[in-house]
């Protein structure tokens, strides 16, 4: 059940922990934090996706280490047993990459789940908003990191030779086939060898609703990779190949997210 929709958050609206973890592309000028205070769902609290990841790098948005995740969720006072529900107001789905970082630190995966549609389809059901933001009263979350649900860049180099696991990137066809520049200044164009492009954006509606899961399955069977053999998702950033992340766990249930966590930002460096 990694997704929940409308009326099911409605229902258990004061039953679970709301996150809005809104994070928008550059150059979009948006700011989600910004529009958080200005419109959430009752009792969300913000997750700020470029605060809350690692901050010694130059790569964006990758995981922090365990000490830091237990200081970020005990400080939104979320505990381990816990029922959580993330949504977002992005047109990358950006509330998958937070339900990947607490599924990566050991929350357990069928207590977190994602709002199919998001703020946006909230709205357009005329559900109610705030702006009123919540007294926070820190918790002591334990963390337990799942190391394997990451791979670095050595690993996917010698992954090219041993084909050990499959890669499906998350970006656009023009950026997979090198055709247009990266956003991220200093990124050669192109993708990694062997991977394959399926964009997160044929993943979901225009609403920000998921497709069906025969949809789903139809466009993974695309790939001509094995429904349930390895794969590792990437894409520009890690936040987009959480949103395949999720996808593929719609129709593996058995399935743990597994990221390139530098992805394109690390990879088109070198």
Not at 54 to 79: C, F, R
Not at 169 to 187: C, H, I, M, Q, T
Request: glycine share 6%; with cysteine; hydrophobic share 35%.
């Amino acid at each position: 059940m990694s997704l929940v929709n409308i009326g099911w958050l409605e229902e258990n609206l004061d039953k679970v922990k709301i996150i809005d973890c809104s994070w928008h592309m550059p150059q979009t000028e948006r700011n989600g934090f910004a529009e958080y205070k200005n419109k959430h769902i009752k009792n969300a609290i913000f997750f700020d996706l470029d605060k809350n990841s690692k901050k010694d790098t130059d790569l964006p948005h990758m995981l922090v280490n365990a000490k830091s995740w237990k200081n970020i969720v005990s400080n939104m006072g979320i505990k381990n047993d816990d029922q959580i529900v993330i949504y977002d107001n992005s047109d990358v789905i950006s509330s998958c990459r937070c339900w990947y970082n607490f599924i990566y630190f050991g929350h357990n995966p069928e207590s977190v789940h994602v709002l199919d549609g998001g703020l946006k389809k909230w709205i357009e059901e005329d559900k109610p908003t705030t702006s009123d933001i919540i007294k926070i009263s820190p918790s002591d979350y334990t963390v337990h990191e799942k190391k394997e649900l990451v791979k670095d860049i050595n690993q996917v180099n010698k992954n090219i030779f041993e084909n050990e696991f499959n890669i499906i990137d998350a970006r656009s066809l023009e950026r997979f086939e090198g055709k247009v520049p990266e956003p991220r200044k200093g990124l050669r164009s192109g993708s990694i060898k062997n991977s394959f492009c399926l964009p997160f954006s044929e993943i979901v509606n225009q609403d920000h609703t998921f497709i069906s899961k025969k949809q789903i399955h139809e466009k993974f069977k695309s790939t001509g990779y094995e429904i349930d053999k390895n794969i590792v998702f990437t894409c520009g950033s890690g936040v987009t190949a959480s949103v395949l992340a999720l996808a593929y766990s719609l129709i593996d249930n058995k399935y743990m997210p597994t990221i390139y966590d530098g992805s394109w930002s690390e990879y088109g460096k070198n």
